[in-house]
């Protein structure tokens, strides 16, 4: 196999962005070799200085620019405009292609940047499907997770803290240019893709039967705290005050952890006096408390190092719970023994263990995890490539 | 512009999966017309029967398998073995792919598979980047999220209820398949592509900056409830007992939030007084409880509809929580209103409203919301349209 280049080498985006959707999308493809090019107001958009900060320094742009370049035109000024409509509509085989969450009207509509470039493909993305504004955490109140997520026993709604939809709208804003670069590739022509974090986060919802649950069913389930719903799965606590993600999601799961534990006895009993097939999720689920109750002082009564050592000889599907600093500290995945990981310099804020693309692909070089560019970095640079002089 | 076929029209994936990640995946090329072959077992796999359920049945696989064709084969015997590798391998250009989070060897690894077909393409989905066995719950464990969720008082882990790993896996995996596709039509060459949830939730936790901040900071962030961490957010209470998201991210949307409650004033107060700039994101954050009592009473003196009301008017960034039920009840983009849903008859759950793709392509033609297809339907006819009769 020719591995040579970056899977995406030639390709060319322009990204013009905020928060997290789109510059996400952005990096998705910069990770694999695209040239993506992000286009700021002089001085930044409204997501240069988001928390978490170092130094005043915003992580969070840091995280979701990686291995871009930086340009920054004021988009105010009628120069600004055309300098942005000719960088989007350079020529190239690979360019032609634009990604943004910012209002499209007037000059940076599709109907104005295509007449520059009629293969253009631009992916927008919204709130709501109609345009409407909307971000991660309202479109997560409104679908239902948060009364679902949390502690059984609390009265409110829990927000989810990673914006979850946010995420997989970038992912798919990815795979949508893929897709329409495709077909550009075999028909010739560009097109406006949209996408929506609101119908984004409904269609999963669809996926995961959760609103055919909700039509179907006239009591769909409410909140069961860390249990997953419908199998065998919990969080426990060990002697030393750790807590561990315990599952059996598989009837193999299922023996590995009785094994583990040396419980199949116990299981064994219980499943005859209730008269109920553990190798069943439903019937798992059915009896969890029961279930909760025996595997509770099994694992409380002994330290994390002990469990964690006996369920990996067996196969159980388990995980302690790690906070983010446990998680470079203790776990080999998040350190420079995973080839994703590389420890990079950041101009202005130092080294930092960084990530590239979690896709690994057979034939294509991997692009080496890229720190974000300053605010503006290539400005001068890409003015002079794409000969933008005002 | 041609709006003839559907995007995906010609592309041919064989999905050998379980779960939510591989399938998510297959359904997203699904959804845009690509025709995508699930193999599972005589009666099914290890996910047919996983909650939620109506009357006896899988909604999860119902969602998880929308617009796919389904095919049962036994691949325990060597005759099954031959016929997928033969399905898999079948010519075509926009054949020979194999999307799968199964385990992989032997017969159906890459290098028996590339032998039926050298420009073969897998993506294959594993737990842990080394293939060890993790799944979304035991990830998110791992990541560090569920000691940022939920209310500040709680003293354990909060787990996300929302797949969400699974979600960007899958989507990521679609992602990958149009990638390889791309590399494939460029340079005529397959490949393997491999990817791992936890290599998903910790490239994310990286573009989120949560990393780095882990790394550089001394003490990283900790648990703030449902409060949107740096920045103005958080759920609050109306005189009719329902909870509304209410946020400000922008400038912008911090003066409307001021405008419609009147309480412009009050907050300018707050600002000299405690010598802010509300207009910063950090100095709304850092002063936020103060923030909070003037605006609690607002909203808890008002019914949802009259919030509702008055934030619409001045564009002010706020949802009503809802359950699922309320979703489908009462929000028309849950609804056949949205050109995203059908109401759509499965020939064992009955009819309920149903997603197509969140993505709209303005050169294809959207593909209508599918039902999923019951198991092995489509057996016989794969069977004789690829000719692997035993």
Redesign the interface.
Known sequence: ??VGAP??AGLRIVEVSA??AAP?GG??LAA?GADVIRVDPPGGG?DI??????RGR???????N?GKRSVTIDTRSEAGQRQVSRLIAAPGEGGGIVLTNLPVRGWNS?AELSKLRPDLIMVVITG??DGG???D???????????????ED?D?????????WD??TG??A???I??????R?L?G????????L???A????????????????PE??GRF??D????F?R?F?TRDGR???V?A???RQWLSLGEATGLSPDFSDLESHVVADFR???DR?AHRQQLYELLEPWIAERELADVGKVFDQH?V????????????AD?P??STA?P??SDVDHPD??R?????????????APVPPRPAPTLGEHTEEVMREFGLEP
Chains 1, 2 share one sequence.
Do not use: C
């Not at 200085?49 to 170092?54: K, N, Q, T, V």
């Not at 955490?137 to 502690?151: E, K």
């Not at 997953?228 to 199998?231: E, N, S």
């Open positions: 196999m020719s899977l995406l928060f997290v996400l990096a998705t694999l409204i200085d988001r928390w978490p900060l170092h915003s992580l969070y742009w840091a995280g979701l990686q599709y709501d499907r504004t909307a971000v955490y309202t479109v997560n109140a409104a679908v239902g997770f948060p009364w679902l997520t949390g502690p609390h409110g709604p829990v927000n989810h803290v990673l914006p979850a995420g997989m992912f798919l990815a795979f949508a893929l897709a329409a670069e495709r077909h590739r028909h022509e560009g097109q406006l893709v949209e996408l929506s609101a119908d984004v409904m269609a999963m919802a669809g996926h995961l039967g959760l609103i055919a649950e909700a039509i179907l069913e769909p389930r705290g860390n997953v719903y419908g199998t799965g969080d606590g807590r561990v993600m599952l999601l598989t009837p069943k999720e439903g689920w196969g599907l388990w995980s302690p719970y790690q906070t983010v600093k446990q998680l470079i776990d995945r998040a995973n994703m990981f804020l130092g930092f263990l960084t990530t590239g693309s979690p896709l690994r692909f057979g034939a294509a």
